[in-house]
């Protein structure tokens, strides 16, 4: 189950330990979402990105990386880069967005250091699914992935047998 949005500042304090999947959307300084017209309708929760953290970086190592980005064009995250150039695109055709916030939701999958190599193995197993999950829900309901994402991780397994699934498609024949 996914989290309340909140500040992309909490996550510095909040995430430190969890690992799981998270969202990152973009709202005005009243906490109100842009609306993001997608291919099928319009995304009222203004999702920017969906990701995944561990087990080798936490939730809050990989919201920090994107916020970096974002906001100092420092670290590596390719969505947060994407982020960045959709900004300044937006800060030359409307104004309105010059005061816009990022704010994050996640679903922890895991909490505290892990164990052992099997116990990592399954964890980083079920993060990728999850987002794959997460992604193909998004894909289902818009017909597109949120605007920084820029690859369908599992596109012709897992991504397509959820998809098949929401669909109530059978791969039978």
């Known amino acids: 189950m996914w989290s309340s949005w909140q500040n992309i500042e909490r996550a510095k304090i909040e995430q430190r330990g969890h690992h799981g999947i998270y969202q990152i959307r973009i709202v005005g300084t009243d906490g109100i979402p842009y609306p993001i017209g997608r291919f099928i309708r319009v995304d009222e929760e203004g999702v920017l990105y969906i ?69 990592e193995d399954t964890l980083k197993h079920k993060i990728e699914e999850e987002e794959i999950k997460a992604l193909a829900d998004y894909f289902h309901k818009f017909g597109e992935l949120p605007p920084c994402n ?7 397994g897992t991504f397509s047998n959820r998809l098949q699934h ?7 024949p």
């Open 150 to 156: 820029s690859s369908f991780p599992g596109k012709f």
């Open 166 to 172: 929401l669909f109530g498609w059978s791969t039978k």
């Open 51 to 119: 990701g995944k953290a561990g087990p080798s970086r936490t939730l809050a190592t990989r919201i920090r990386e994107f916020q970096n980005v974002s906001q100092f064009g420092t670290a590596s995250h390719s969505g947060g880069e994407t982020y960045l150039l959709v900004y300044m695109n937006l800060m030359q055709s409307n104004p309105a967005y010059k005061n816009c916030k990022l704010q994050y939701r996640v679903m922890h999958l895991y909490a505290d250091k892990v164990s052992s190599m099997a116990s």
